[in-house]
């Protein structure tokens, strides 16, 4: 099925995000070549939950909103994982999101 092909590509760049570091459904989606496809990439974000090798909690939305943080087990889940690793949320937004904003690789 393409949907579960589009989604492991998502994964494998989920996967490079570094500890301490965000990144888009948008940024993935260009990295992947189908810039029009942020919404599949939060769809594909929201099928992770139970991959624990996929850092789901480091996708965020242009903004630097935790829009995805609804998925998690536990309502601060997400700004937890994120205040773990050093980044600082307020108001379920990142702090400094541009400079813990990492852009994926081009992938196609």
Not at 28 to 43: D, E, F, H, P
Not at 71 to 80: A, I, P, R
Not at 87 to 97: P, T, Y
Request: net charge neutral.
């Amino acid at each position: 099925m393409a949907e579960e092909n589009f989604f492991e590509r998502v994964y494998v760049i989920a996967r490079q995000i570094p500890f301490g570091r965000v990144t888009s459904y948008g940024a993935i989606a260009k990295a992947l070549g189908t810039a029009r496809s942020a919404r599949m990439v939060g769809w594909a974000m929201n099928a992770c939950h139970n991959m624990d090798d996929v850092p789901a909690h480091r996708v965020v939305n242009q903004k630097g909103l935790l829009t995805g943080k609804h998925h998690f087990d536990g309502t601060n889940l997400m700004q937890q994982l994120l205040e773990n690793e050093g980044i600082k949320v307020v108001n379920n937004q990142i702090v400094d999101f541009e400079k813990h904003f990492w852009k994926p690789e081009v992938q196609y």
